[in-house]
């Protein structure tokens, strides 16, 4: 089932997975209109290609491993390791150990739904 906006309880089990690319999964979590919780798994090899939007988005790395590029600018990112990414700004990454991506959207991406 697509998880619905504002609602209170979202249990993980019954949140339907949409893919997001080649080797990509995710999931909306929970919403209103001001924020966005979505999770992202990667297999190895899985690229989130460069990209860019209007909101504002903190990317939490659970688990895996990530090179990620942000306005040109290329890490290695690890679990625990977090990125913010301003509205506007290009970036995009490559999944080099399979791993789960929690991203926050303020606001919400009308987009995802």
């Not at 080099?96 to 991203?103: F, H, K, P, Q």
Request: glycine share 8%; with cysteine.
């Amino acid at each position: 089932m697509k998880t619905e906006k504002n609602n209170v309880w979202n249990f993980y089990e019954c949140i339907a997975q949409e893919k997001a690319g080649e080797g990509v999964v995710r999931r909306i979590l929970s919403y209103t209109d001001e924020l966005m919780v979505v999770q992202n798994h990667f297999e190895k090899g899985a690229v989130g290609a460069l990209h860019h939007h209007p909101h504002t988005q903190i990317t939490y790395v659970v688990s895996g491993q990530f090179e990620f590029e942000i306005a040109g600018e290329k890490r290695i990112v690890n679990p625990g390791d977090s990125m913010l990414k301003r509205d506007g700004v290009e970036h995009g990454c490559v999944c080099l150990e399979e791993g789960i991506l929690l991203d926050i959207f303020a606001p919400m991406r009308e987009d995802f739904v």
